[in-house]
């Protein structure tokens, strides 16, 4: 038995801000949607690998969803790490920096926390 990851899903409250939010931020883009009477299903991709970013959005859901202490997270290496820091600054969406670690995070807009780690990490 081999198994390999497929995808990660959030759900969100406006898709096309949350996807307009993954181009600008990581150049995700959508690569095929699945649609029905009661949500849209948008799958991102980043063109590179085979890993997806699944984002759920339920047409009648109008109330924010509840992270809890959001503890879990995307992370997303690049290989400019300076430039990355820069555009998410221009952004307005850093939302933790440990540069201890040298690494921040940003935020989506629903809540939902990214990790940006230099590629060489």
């Known amino acids: 038995m081999n198994f390999k990851f497929a ?12 996807i307009d939010f993954y181009k600008e931020a ?4 959508e ?9 849209i ?8 690998g085979c890993h997806e970013l699944e984002l759920t959005w339920l047409k009648n859901r109008k109330e924010k969803y509840n992270l809890g202490d959001n503890e879990t997270h995307l992370a997303f ?3 400019n790490f300076k430039a990355a820091h820069e555009l998410h600054k ?11 670690m040298g ?10 926390w990214s990790e940006i780690i230099p590629a060489n990490k």
Do not use: A, W
Not at 41 to 48: E, F, H, I, T, W
């Open 103 to 112: 690494i921040y995070f940003i935020s989506d807009p629903d809540g939902y």
């Open 31 to 39: 690569i095929r949607r699945k649609e029905t009477d009661n949500f």
């Open 90 to 100: 221009r952004m307005n969406c850093i939302c933790y920096e440990n540069k201890d």
């Open 26 to 29: 990581f150049g995700l883009t």
């Open 77 to 79: 290496s690049v290989d």
């Open 7 to 18: 995808h990660n899903n959030i759900n969100v409250l406006d898709l096309k801000k949350s």
């Open 41 to 48: 299903l948008s799958y991102l991709s980043d063109g590179q």
